[in-house]
């Protein structure tokens, strides 16, 4: 079945230092893969998705993902990070032929000032 | 306004009653969702209508039972509430031919007691 892992539950950055999430999936076939970000009190907001093509994604908000078939990974990742984007970040793979997403558990990013 | 509503926001009740979600969207958008997201924050599918019928049963009590009068909405009826159901309840809509991005609403807040 397909599914996705998110290693790091909780990640502390400074604010304006660099950040990477990591992502790995299980799948047998080129994954539809996503990155979604859940805001305090919100719903989740697509950040970015790769569905085939260049392997490197350029999504909302100056955040960005590559695909790597050979480690199985869609790692997102952003340059400066700044005190919005202290949230919860959800990386997800399409698990059926209707569109259902399966989601990982989420990493909580925390920025410090 | 508002791409995809939900009400109630928060809903407190005993265990054993009965309530029921509501979710409209305004986008025009085909296929409907709800998902449940823990205190983990683990989010799962519970359910998906396209067009009104059903297209995604997770394997859910038969006490959640949804109902889609037409493709702009979505309701959630639970019966005989347990207090395994606390948990936050989001509708999200995608446009027919899956694209991967579900815009959902900021979730409805069930806490059994």
């Known amino acids: 079945a397909q599914s996705v892992t998110q290693p790091d539950i909780h990640i502390t950055v400074s604010e304006g230092a660099s950040l990477e999430l990591r992502c790995n999936y299980s799948y047998g076939a080129t994954p539809y893969l996503f990155w979604y970000v859940q805001s305090p009190g919100q719903g989740l907001q697509l950040l970015l998705k790769?569905?085939?093509?260049?392997?490197l994604v350029q999504g909302i908000k100056g955040f960005e993902a590559e695909f790597k078939r050979s480690q199985s990974s869609f790692n997102l990742r952003k340059p400066s990070v700044h005190w919005s984007d202290a949230a919860e970040y959800f990386c997800a793979v399409v698990a059926d032929s209707w569109g259902k997403l399966q989601f990982g558990a989420g990493t909580q990013v925390v920025v410090t000032p | 306004d508002t791409a995809v509503s939900q009400t109630p926001k928060y809903l407190v009740t005993q265990m054993g009653n009965d309530k029921s979600i509501k979710c409209e969207q305004n986008?025009?958008?085909?296929?409907m969702y709800w998902y449940k997201q823990d205190s983990k924050k683990f989010l799962k599918i519970m359910f998906s209508y396209n067009n009104k019928e059903l297209i995604i049963n997770e394997t859910v009590p038969n006490r959640f039972s949804p109902k889609s009068p037409d493709k702009a909405h979505l309701n959630l009826h639970i019966n005989s509430l347990e207090l395994g159901d606390s948990a936050v309840y989001f509708c999200?809509?995608?446009?027919?031919?899956?694209?991967?991005?579900?815009?959902f609403g900021e979730g409805s807040r069930l806490t059994v007691l």
């Open positions: 999200a809509s995608s446009q027919g031919g899956f694209t991967g991005e579900l815009f």
């Open positions: 790769y569905f085939s093509g260049d392997t």
């Open positions: 986008l025009g958008h085909d296929t």
